[in-house]
């Protein structure tokens, strides 16, 4: 919208079918509905199992705003509500390999004798001497296994560490 590519009618219907989206789901937030096991709970705790779709609450009388094309703004729903745990995982694991990139290794540690590693990883490690995980995780040859192992051990040793050092003042 800022550069210019998207028009006005456009962006119009972009910002409708979004309300609309946003009003469906505090309705599937605040209306309950009454499982095949007779309990009771919110539309969107239920939309997320498999046994239920977005149709099956239509049907049962929750109410949705419609929209010129509701195959289209229902699956958006149904996808959306459906896959959040997923996405929230994913996006979890997308922080931690960002923090995990610029993870630092000392200088002076010790690739051998770490059990897990095979000669040949410990041999490319001790070769390429890297001071990030990033850098770990681009070495040819080693697998992410390796890497999560050398990952595991660099926060045991941070933490073994940071208990050695006592509290600060």
């Known amino acids: 919208r800022r550069a210019g590519v998207v028009d006005d009618q456009r962006w119009e219907t972009f910002l ?26 919110l539309a969107i705790d239920a939309l997320k199992t498999q046994s239920v779709t977005l149709e099956s609450l239509r049907q049962a009388g929750i109410p949705l705003t419609p929209s010129v094309r509701p195959d289209v703004d229902f699956t958006t729903l149904e996808t959306e509500v459906k896959y959040a745990g997923y996405l929230r995982r994913q996006d979890a694991s997308v ?42 995780r681009r070495i040819p040859g080693l697998t992410p296994a390796a890497v999560m192992l050398l990952s595991a051990r660099l926060s045991r040793a941070a933490q073994r560490n940071t208990e050695l050092a006592g509290p600060s003042r």
């Open 95 to 136: 922080r931690r390999l960002a923090h995990a990139e610029h993870q630092r290794i000392p200088e002076d540690f010790c690739y051998s004798g770490l059990p897990g590693f095979s000669t040949e990883v410990v041999q490319r490690l001790e070769e390429v001497r890297p001071a990030t995980l990033g850098q770990v």
């Open 16 to 41: 409708s079918r979004r309300g609309r989206l946003e009003e469906n789901t505090r309705r599937l937030q605040t209306t309950t509905f009454v499982m095949p096991s007779t309990s009771r709970v």
